[in-house]
């Protein structure tokens, strides 16, 4: 049965929002291309399509590292069977001449069409079907089944493909013999696999995810079955799935499977396998169930540790329950009240206990500590809402849900305390302006109730020390001064427009002695309340 060429397709280029632009673009086309891995820079790429191996490369020409033309170049010379399509935002000639020079299938401006986008694709699939050997292309048409049947099983665990009928009959023309019987499915996520990728990979996460995935393609080629089961890797590629069918493979065998592979990836790559397995389903539509079983049995695992685990149904690792919450609610609320203030000594304090006590904690599992993470970072974008702008990465629920041990834990925290501070460093005396004028505001509405300094701080979520400062600092005024004056001023107004009392006076303002009031009058203006009101009767 023949089946259509799906071409992979990288993209580079320095600028994150552009590299996610295009990918965009790419995904909305209807031709057969798939974007199977990113890079920021041509040395980055070079080290990527080792692992990727894609068939065309679009990418910018203005970048760092490696620039567009040492990248071109390198490609030519290494890579000749890879078609690459150039997008640039500059007509200049040195960027021109390399592109012609080294063979790229298309130059097009910036900024790009999908049509312009759409056709030099087109011509870059041309040319690599064309530049194919009979024994390439039988290769290639073999990768494509794989290629196809990893795209078409991340859509249905995705729900993008939901009818019966349409999975059933896809599934019988990418030959997934097991798609009416039953299956499981594994859900593998890595322990230090963070630190790797920075340590070992320049920080490119898909470059490791491609190795990772490569090794278990060999472990699993090795076990002899007739059947293989197929991998694939989860919509926000952190973790990879297992899908394997129940005649050839049952719990102990998958078991076995998985452990082999943590031996070797551990050896290799000093990572831990920490994964979910799903309890058997009939027929290939119930994937998504099965898929959401798996991923909640891994986060059942415990986050502190350092070996392989596996979670299912009838065989779980019993994790002993904590009797207290990782983060309270009133611990939550003074980290709140420490945001709200500015107090970056505080914060960090609250999150330095923060983690020691999770390091602390027995049986703290990954779901637990995830859990926790997002309280924090919505309290956080409840706080200080232009955060979320200023480090998106840290409210991405990606960076989140991609913690299962300690060090990324312990990493994340240190990030967050890190981007708080710079934060308020930035905002800070704008935030605290803005916050001291409200202050006054209420202030100049209020002045006549009993309110203390510590009354307002606890009012509008302030340390008292910090309010005392930075309301001076503003208003060049301490509390009691600016307090007094606004009682002293609307005095002054009502003995020279009322009839009131001075005693009635003395109470509408805020003093409940008129002798005090008397005193503190006197002070303010140099005359008592009746001197003041006698001499503005005679001048009227």
């Known amino acids: 049965m023949e089946v259509a060429a799906l071409y992979k397709v990288m993209v580079v280029d320095d600028e994150s929002l552009g590299r996610k632009s295009v990918c965009k673009m790419i995904s909305e086309l209807a031709l057969d291309v798939e974007v199977i891995a990113e890079a920021r820079h041509g040395e980055e790429a070079l080290e990527l399509i080792r692992i990727s191996k894609p068939h065309i490369i679009v990418t910018d020409m203005n970048m760092p590292v490696m620039n567009g033309q040492q990248f071109l170049e390198a490609l030519y010379t290494n890579y000749a069977e890879i078609k690459v399509i150039v997008i640039s935002g500059y007509s200049q000639f040195e960027y021109m001449k390399a592109a012609v020079t080294y063979q790229a299938c298309e130059y097009v401006l910036k900024p790009i069409s999908l049509l312009d986008l759409k056709s030099a694709l087109v011509k870059a699939m041309e040319a690599s079907h064309n530049h194919l050997t009979l024994q390439q292309q039988k290769k290639f048409t073999q990768d494509m089944w794989q290629l196809r049947r990893e795209v078409f099983l991340g859509h249905v665990t995705s729900r993008r493909i939901t009818n019966v009928i349409d999975i059933q009959m896809q599934a019988e023309e ?101 994964a979910g397995l799903s309890n058997v389903f009939n027929n290939l539509e119930r994937l998504p169930e099965a898929y959401d079983i798996a991923s909640e049995l891994l986060r059942t695992n415990a986050l502190h540790a350092i070996h392989f685990s596996l979670n299912s149904p ?49 049986g703290l599992t990954i779901r637990e500590g995830q859990r926790t993470l997002k309280k924090l970072i919505e309290m956080a974008a409840a706080e200080m809402s232009d955060m979320v702008l200023a480090y998106p990465q840290l409210f991405d629920t990606r960076s989140i849900t991609g913690i299962v041990d300690r060090s990324q834990f312990s990493h994340f925290i240190e990030q967050f305390t890190e981007a708080a501070e710079e934060y308020r460093a930035s905002k800070g005396t704008t935030a605290s302006v803005h916050s001291i004028h ?66 009635e006076i003395s109470e509408l303002v805020g003093y409940e002695n008129q002798r005090y009031f008397s005193q503190v009058f006197k002070k303010f203006t140099g005359q008592t309340p009746s001197e003041y009101r006698e001499k503005y009767a005679a001048k009227t």
Request: with cysteine.
């Open 314 to 362: 009838d065989h779980s690792t019993t994790v002993a329950a904590s009797s207290s919450e990782l983060l309270s609610m009133f611990e939550l609320k003074t980290l709140q009240q420490a945001f709200a203030a500015g107090n970056g000594a505080e914060c960090r304090e609250l999150l330095r206990n923060f983690l020691h006590k999770a390091d602390k904690m027995n």
């Open 174 to 274: 990418l030959a997934i013999s097991s798609a009416r019987g039953s299956f499981r499915l594994a859900v593998c996520m890595f322990r230090n696999f963070h630190d790797i990728s920075i340590k070992k990979f320049h920080g490119n996460a898909d470059l490791l995810m491609y190795s990772i995935e490569n090794i278990l393609a060999e472990v699993l080629s090795s076990d002899g079955q007739d059947e293989a089961p197929l991998i694939y890797k989860s919509d926000d590629r952190m973790s990879l799935c297992l899908y394997a069918p129940e005649s050839a493979y049952d719990e102990t065998h998958i078991r076995h499977l998985l452990a082999s592979f943590h031996n070797v990836i551990n050896q290799m790559l000093q990572l831990e396998v920490v």
């Open 438 to 503: 409200e202050i006054a505001s209420y202030l100049d509405a209020h002045y006549f109730e009993d309110i203390s300094l510590i009354d307002i701080a606890t009012r509008f979520h302030l340390d008292p020390s910090y309010l005392s400062k930075q309301f001076k600092s503003v208003t060049s005024e301490n509390f009691i001064e600016y307090v007094t004056r606004k009682r002293m001023e609307k005095s002054c107004e009502l003995l020279h427009m009322s009839e009131y009392k001075i005693s």
